[in-house]
């Protein structure tokens, strides 16, 4: 009896086990199960979860493809039509100059930074002309700058020059422009300590007279690199009469000057008028000068320069067949038709973007030279 009630339970026991793992059997998990369980029984960093083909959100937006696939190009500028300034400087390839001003802020130097002048920033857009040498008060830059100009003269007389004879003059001057804007600017061009030393008057020193005005921009061309300026030059009466200067009642001198790229090279034309305020006591007379340069390394360029001055009347002052040029206003009386034509070779030096130094070399190719005999002229340019 015991035994069978022992083998009653026994059977049932297995029976229920069977069934048990059976009902487990019946229910097959995936292998999405099977990770999840594992994951969950190691604590293991979590699957990447599955992205939905219509979810977009995580791809790179149009933009950003384009930044990815497109090849590397230069930033965008506010530059003048042809690309880049035509600043020796920032015409490297170099992102820096920003027009119209094209101030290159990466290559500043100590001129940049004289707090009083660098308010007045120059037209830094036609930074590859090369400033007028040989005739540095009337061959006029027809660009708008701020900057200041030492300019040494020493000048051979003749010694066939009626009254002075053989002789030589020195000019020691110190010139100034402002540029207001990147169309009108203020010009102090003619100043300065003389000095004299001929037979006929013997060794003198003085003053020179100063000469003050003003240039407008009338066209101004960036990408063709050209310019067209006007303007008006007030000679005073200021200077020593011992040195040919303080005579007369001023001189008016209404001008036009222009620029223009060729090439590689650079054409600056200036031409005037001076009319004084006491015609018999000056000449009245027209001139005109040229003046071309053509780079020979980065730094380096060559100048030619062409410069002449008709007598359209005479003075009374004088009674002589000669004139003074450029920087001496006789007043002679026997003058009216005279012409006299000179011509310049020399240099530029660019030392840096602000400072350079240029010299020439100057002499007549008129028969008539006055009291030019020959002439060399050395600048110093600081321009802001």
């Known amino acids: 009896m015991r035994f069978s009630l022992i083998m009653i339970v026994t059977i049932s026991c297995t029976l229920t086990s069977s069934a048990i793992y059976a009902e487990e059997a019946?229910?097959?998990q995936t292998l999405a199960d099977v990770l999840s369980q594992g994951v969950l029984e190691q604590d293991a960093a979590p699957a990447p979860p599955v992205l939905d083909d219509d979810d977009d959100s995580t791809?790179?937006?149009d933009s950003e493809t384009k930044?990815?696939?497109?090849?590397?190009?230069?930033p965008a500028l506010s530059q003048p039509a042809h690309g880049y300034c035509s600043s020796s400087v920032c015409n490297d390839q170099t992102s820096v100059c920003d027009c119209p001003i094209c101030n290159c802020s990466s290559c500043c130097t100590i001129c940049d930074r004289i707090p009083l002048l660098n308010k007045f920033p120059s037209d830094r857009c036609f930074d590859d002309f090369i400033m007028p040498v040989s005739n540095p008060v009337w061959a006029i830059d027809p660009r708008s700058l701020t900057y200041v100009r030492g300019v040494f003269i020493n000048q051979m007389i003749d010694?066939?020059?009626?009254?002075?004879?053989?002789?030589?003059l020195q000019v020691y001057a110190l010139q100034i422009g402002i540029a207001l804007n990147e169309r009108l600017s203020f010009?102090?061009?003619k100043d300065g300590y003389n000095t004299l030393q001929t037979r006929g008057v013997g060794n003198r020193t003085g003053w020179s007279d100063l000469g003050l005005g003003l240039k407008y921009v009338l066209i101004r061309d960036v990408e063709n690199q050209f310019l067209l300026s006007g303007g008006l030059i007030y000679e005073t009466t200021n200077g020593s009469t011992r040195v040919f200067q303080g005579n007369g009642d001023g001189v008016w001198t209404p001008y036009?000057?222009?620029?223009k790229q060729i090439g590689s090279g650079h054409v600056i034309a200036s031409a005037g008028y001076h009319i004084p305020g006491d015609t018999a006591e000056e000449s009245q007379s027209i001139y005109y000068s040229v003046h071309y340069d053509h780079p020979i390394t980065n730094k380096l360029s060559a100048i030619a320069e062409l410069n002449g001055i008709v007598y359209t009347k005479s003075g009374q002052a004088l009674p002589l067949s000669i004139e003074g040029g450029d920087w001496i206003n006789l007043g002679s009386s026997s003058v009216?038709?005279?012409n006299v034509v000179t011509t310049a070779f020399g240099a530029n030096y660019r030392v840096n973007r602000c400072l350079s130094l240029a010299g020439v070399w100057e002499f007549p190719l008129s028969n008539r030279k006055d009291l030019l005999d020959s002439r060399t002229t050395i600048t110093?340019?600081?321009t802001f």
Do not use: E, F, R, Y
């Open 26 to 28: 019946v229910q097959p």
């Open 187 to 189: 010009l102090a061009i």
């Open 380 to 382: 110093l340019t600081l």
């Open 59 to 61: 791809l790179p937006s």
């Open 67 to 74: 930044l990815i696939h497109s090849p590397s190009s230069k």
């Open 159 to 168: 010694a066939q020059t009626p009254v002075l004879g053989a002789g030589d």
């Open 256 to 259: 036009v000057s222009l620029g």
């Open 336 to 338: 009216a038709g005279n």
